[in-house]
């Protein structure tokens, strides 16, 4: 049985990147070394022959990880301006909401960077597999009122969302 590697979604919704495949030393089977593209995203390896299975949900058969064809990633690019005295609440805060954005439909990865000239100014970068699942499925999600909840009272201005996609040649 072989796989590919790329980007797979789980059927509970989370996105992960399989790496490769290994073998086992002493029994020889197969494994496939595989990243979640959210969280510590640390690498796991899970039995090949488990990966490829399908499980059952809501009386419906479906693969357990689904292939995702490779296309051009949107991202959403913002600059947050965080009050003055408030970063390490922001972050502690950022750390909370991290799970609700990693669990959306759609989501690939994201980053966070602390500005080094101005450390009041981060710079978030996440990953979409379309801009409508940013714009409709995490914005007009319940979940986007606990991820505002817990964020949007530390910008000052508020921030202006952009979204880019990669040129390639």
């Not at 990633?73 to 913002?78: F, G, K, Y």
Request: hydrophobic content about 35%; proline content about 5%; glycine content about 4%.
């Amino acid at each position: 049985m072989a796989i590919k590697k790329g980007l797979y979604q789980h059927y509970k919704g989370p996105m992960y990147k399989v790496l490769d495949v290994a073998k086992h030393s002493e029994t020889e089977e197969s494994l496939v070394v595989y990243q979640p593209l959210y969280g510590d995203k640390s690498m796991w390896v899970r039995p090949l022959t488990m990966f490829a299975e399908s499980v059952e949900l809501n009386g419906q058969s479906q693969p357990r990880f689904k292939y995702v064809e490779p296309q051009t990633e949107v991202r959403e690019v913002a600059v947050l301006n965080v009050k003055h005295g408030q970063q390490n609440a922001f972050e502690a805060a950022f750390e909370q909401a991290e799970p609700i954005i990693t669990s959306m439909a759609g989501y690939i990865k994201h980053s966070l960077s602390r500005c080094v000239e101005d450390p009041q100014r981060y710079l978030l970068l996440v990953g979409w597999q379309t801009i409508e699942d940013h714009e409709q499925g995490f914005r007009q999600s319940r979940e986007y009122e606990q991820w505002k909840s817990l964020l949007h009272h530390f910008y000052d201005p508020f921030p202006t969302v952009e979204h880019y996609t990669e040129i390639t040649s």
